[in-house]
């Protein structure tokens, strides 16, 4: 084995296990309200009273089932029931179907739209769990949510899939998934994770609708999403699939290279991975533009108005390194086991809190740490970190 491969392995494993797991054990398990805490600010306070999200959730769910699957400790497998029993008990809705956007720290719905997002994410947790310990309940609502979002959110008109819908599964105004989006019926942040959850679950459920939808999903990406001219990825669209906005997402594109990738690996397609594989490297290759070498990946560009954010994202970083460590594995692309070493080593230096568990959230462009952000909420999850460590785990 290369001797870079046996140092990341080496070094990841032990990040995982006492950096980023402790973390979410130790410091955000709820033992007053079940489930978990909402929010632990970037400065490393619990800030009681924070809802709980069903992005947070699902990601906790799929994180320790992962790690049980692969490491086969009793208390990953704990903390994996635990955010089950709190996605199944409190975020499903058993009237409407679908998972709620948010809850009370108590477990009382809060906001209660249907984020076709969380519902993919929510999707991925439990298949994950149920592919960790067979469990047939997990996968029953598994199935529940992939018969949701093609029963509400797949478009058979115009194809894809819709952003968001009320709790009734009815139109509603706003459909961002967060502030800094434009309000967009199709996104291709929400497609990129329905792809995921959907790859994940045809592992464990080789279901024909499924297998047809996964397949739709890729395509989509290489004939509506992907930029011919540029090879990157194109982030809001119209019902007609029109865009007009001109941002690319380094981190979206390299990590989209190797979840497409992914998907066609596991539907075992010959004719469809020879065809799509000289597109995983161009998207990959159109994504190192945001490289900066030993100073890992930048956030993304907004050409219309000429401005860079060249923030390293915790998050970009992690999926930059499964990305360069996709083609290294499937490619023997030396160049990229290289840039993949080079962002582990700033991860290191910059990212990781090793005084205090899990990651910062990002460094800034002027090279000042952003504590202002979450170290754990919403969107600050154990999912990129913690899967970028057992994708190399489990892939060498």
Request: with cysteine; glycine share 6%; aromatic share 12%.
């Amino acid at each position: 084995m290369d001797v870079i491969v046996a140092k990341l392995k080496e070094e990841m494993r032990q990040v995982l296990t006492e950096n980023i797991l402790p973390f979410w054990m130790e410091r955000m398990t709820d033992e007053v309200n079940g489930g978990f805490h909402g929010r632990i600010s970037g400065m490393g306070e619990w800030i009681p009273g924070s809802p709980k999200g069903a992005i947070l959730n699902a990601r906790i769910l799929w994180t320790f089932s992962s790690a049980y699957r692969l490491l086969h400790k009793n208390e990953y497998l704990a903390t994996a029931t635990r955010a089950k029993r709190e996605l199944i008990d409190h975020f499903y809705d058993a009237e409407y179907g679908g998972v709620y956007w948010s809850i009370h720290e108590d477990g009382a719905p809060l906001d209660t739209k249907k984020q076709i997002y969380a519902l993919g994410f929510a999707l991925y947790g439990l298949s994950e769990y149920h592919r960790a310990t067979g469990d047939k309940e997990a996968l029953e609502y598994a199935i529940y949510l992939f018969n949701d979002i093609e029963k509400y959110s797949f478009d058979p008109v115009k194809n894809g899939y819709c952003e968001a819908l009320s709790r009734e599964w009815g139109e509603i105004e706003d459909m961002r998934l967060s502030e800094k989006d434009a309000n967009e019926r199709k996104t291709m942040n929400t497609h990129l994770h329905i792809l995921e959850p959907y790859t994940n679950l045809f592992r464990v459920w080789q279901d024909e609708r499924l297998e047809r939808q996964l397949r739709n999903l890729i395509d989509l990406f290489t004939d509506r999403i992907l930029d011919m001219d540029t090879k990157h990825l194109q982030l809001f669209f119209d019902d007609d699939w029109n865009s007009k906005y001109q941002i690319v997402s380094y981190g979206h594109d390299i990590e989209a290279s190797w979840l497409l990738h992914e998907a066609a690996l596991v539907l075992g397609d010959k004719r469809l991975i020879n065809r799509l594989e000289p597109i995983v490297i161009e998207i990959a290759e159109a994504a190192s533009e945001g490289f900066l070498p030993e100073a890992g990946m930048i956030y993304e560009t907004h050409a219309e108005r000429a401005a860079i954010d060249a923030d390293r994202h915790w998050w970009v970083q992690a999926e930059t390194i499964v990305g360069y460590m996709n083609l290294y594995q499937h490619f023997d692309d030396r160049l990229s086991l290289r840039r993949a070493a080079e962002c582990w080593e700033f991860v290191k230096n910059h990212l990781i809190d090793w005084q205090g568990g899990e990651w910062f959230w990002s460094l800034c462009a002027d090279g000042t740490l952003n504590r202002d952000e979450d170290k754990a909420g919403f969107w600050k999850c154990p999912y990129h970190n913690g899967r970028m460590c057992m994708e190399i785990l489990e892939r060498f």
